[in-house]
């Protein structure tokens, strides 16, 4: 299957991928519903939602800056490094990503959309002020905060992510879905496909004529409409793909 799912990709023009927690789970990063030390006693629904920051703030950045260091601590793994390599190699577009932990970028792509934010960003309550906290140098500084405030207006600070009942960024959404209406393939990695309406993504691909070729430990909301279940660890899994694809184009 993996000579065939490079096959694939090698003739394709317009490939895309679509990832979710799976593939930072390789990389040591706590899934968002992983019950782990002091987060227990919480369900994640009651500490990610603009209602519980309302009520709670400083118990929100207690959970956000908590995840941080963990994420901190987190490498990119050889997973993020294939899709790399295949976009280098011109093959893959963009990836569309889930994941809030900035990996992909951090391991080197550069067509990057993030459907859910970005945990190193943060952004004011009430004004229109954003800041990336890795190109600014202030990670360090907002972990060591109480309650982050905005250097423009003095108002609460947030996580630059999408939390519970919120929509997801149109224009990334837009882009997304634009580019999965044009993909001749998509790779699918690591997530459950059922967080919608990003799960959505390969669904479009696949009725536009694209082929789904998807990478995980286990079946997923996406694996009945899959042309290619490649099972296994996506860390594992996509470097004997680039490896394979690699040796099809020199051919």
Same mark, same amino acid.
């Given at each position: 299957?993996?000579?065939? #799912?490079?096959?694939?990709?090698?003739?394709?023009?317009?490939?895309?991928?679509?990832?979710?927690?799976? $593939?930072?789970?390789?990389?040591?990063?706590?899934? /968002?519903?992983?019950?782990?030390?002091?987060?227990?006693?919480?369900?994640?629904?009651?500490?990610?939602?603009?209602?519980?920051?309302?009520?709670?703030?400083?118990?929100?950045?207690?959970?956000?800056?908590?995840?941080?260091?963990?994420?901190?601590?987190?490498?990119?793994?050889?997973?993020?490094?294939?899709?790399?390599?295949?976009?280098?190699?011109? $093959?893959?577009?963009?990836?569309?990503?889930?994941?809030?932990?900035?990996?992909?970028?951090?391991?080197?792509?550069?067509?990057?959309?993030?459907?859910?934010?970005?945990? /190193?960003?943060?952004?004011?309550?009430?004004?229109?002020?954003?800041?990336?906290?890795?190109?600014?140098?202030?990670?360090?500084?907002?972990?060591?905060?109480?309650?982050?405030?905005?250097?423009? +207006?003095?108002?609460?600070?947030?996580?630059?992510?999408?939390?519970?009942?919120?929509?997801?960024?149109?224009?990334?959404?837009?882009?997304?879905?634009?580019?999965?209406?044009?993909?001749?393939?998509?790779?699918?990695?690591?997530?459950?496909?059922? #967080?919608?309406?990003?799960?959505?993504?390969?669904?479009?691909?696949?009725?536009?004529?694209?082929?789904?070729?998807?990478?995980?430990?286990?079946?997923?909301?996406?694996?009945?409409?899959?042309?290619?279940? +490649?099972?296994?660890?996506?860390?594992?899994?996509?470097?004997? $793909?680039?490896?394979?694809?690699?040796?099809?184009?020199?051919?």
């Amino acid at each position: 299957m993996i000579v065939e #799912v490079a096959g694939v990709l090698a003739s394709s023009k317009n490939v895309i991928a679509f990832t979710g927690a799976g $593939i930072s789970a390789e990389s040591g990063v706590p899934t /968002f519903r992983g019950k782990d030390g002091l987060w227990k006693k919480y369900r994640p629904e009651e500490l990610a939602t603009p209602e519980a920051f309302a009520r709670d703030p400083k118990l929100v950045w207690e959970f956000y800056k908590w995840r941080i260091r963990k994420i901190l601590q987190a490498k990119p793994n050889p997973a993020h490094y294939a899709l790399v390599e295949l976009e280098r190699m011109g $093959i893959l577009k963009a990836v569309i990503t889930q994941n809030v932990d900035d990996l992909h970028r951090e391991a080197g792509t550069n067509n990057l959309i993030e459907l859910h934010g970005n945990i /190193f960003r943060v952004k004011c309550t009430s004004c229109d002020y954003r800041e990336y906290l890795k190109e600014t140098g202030r990670v360090n500084e907002i972990l060591s905060q109480e309650l982050p405030r905005c250097p423009k +207006c003095n108002s609460l600070l947030r996580p630059d992510v999408v939390w519970f009942g919120e929509p997801l960024p149109e224009g990334a959404l837009r882009k997304a879905f634009r580019l999965a209406e044009t993909a001749d393939a998509v790779i699918v990695v690591g997530t459950s496909g059922v #967080v919608y309406p990003a799960a959505y993504i390969p669904f479009i691909v696949k009725e536009n004529g694209g082929t789904v070729i998807e990478v995980n430990v286990q079946e997923s909301g996406i694996t009945p409409i899959a042309d290619f279940f +490649c099972r296994g660890k996506a860390g594992e899994v996509l470097p004997r $793909i680039v490896e394979e694809v690699r040796r099809l184009l020199n051919e």
